[in-house]
């Protein structure tokens, strides 16, 4: 739309159905470029994605007509679609339902980059449980403990 001037950047972050640490180091970088190209075909713009073997940090701009719900059932859908036809796994892979999604301003895109793209390093210190709270702490999102992701087993 003409006269539509727009900066809106999402950190969105999901995990594997049951923290199942299933996301091999071996292929997971190739999940990673398809969920980028997935962003990017909905008119969004990938920043980064990068993760861990159980979780995936989206970074992007989103382009405001399409909306962040919209955008990560297409993305989640999608991509486990790709992890199954292509038979990644033994088993039937499936996102957990539900992700978290943050906003930033564009003064902070050096360093959300930065932290998405250090993941494995960052969670050697920290688990994906203690890394998620804090996100809903630091954005002071009200949340229900029932609903939080359990530790790794």
């Not at 199942?20 to 970088?29: I, S």
């Not at 486990?80 to 992700?99: A, P, T």
Request: hydrophobic share 35%; net charge neutral; aromatic share 14%.
């Amino acid at each position: 739309m003409a006269n539509t001037y727009h900066q809106i950047y999402i950190q969105a972050v999901f995990a594997v159905k049951y923290r199942q640490a299933v996301l091999h180091k071996d292929w997971r970088k190739d999940v990673f470029a398809v969920i980028g190209n997935l962003i990017n075909e909905t008119g969004c713009k990938t920043i980064i994605v990068n993760g861990v073997e159980d979780h995936v940090h989206c970074f992007l701009g989103l382009k405001p007509t399409v909306s962040i719900s919209e955008l990560m059932k297409t993305v989640k859908a999608k991509s486990s679609k790709y992890i199954n036809d292509n038979r990644l796994l033994l088993n039937r892979f499936e996102w957990q339902e539900g992700y978290g999604a943050f906003s930033y301003s564009h003064s902070h895109i050096k360093e959300v980059y930065n932290y998405v793209a250090n993941q494995e390093e960052h969670h050697k210190k920290e688990s994906f449980k203690e890394e998620y709270l804090k996100y809903l702490e630091k954005f002071e999102i009200p949340y229900d403990e029932r609903y939080i992701f359990e530790e790794l087993k």
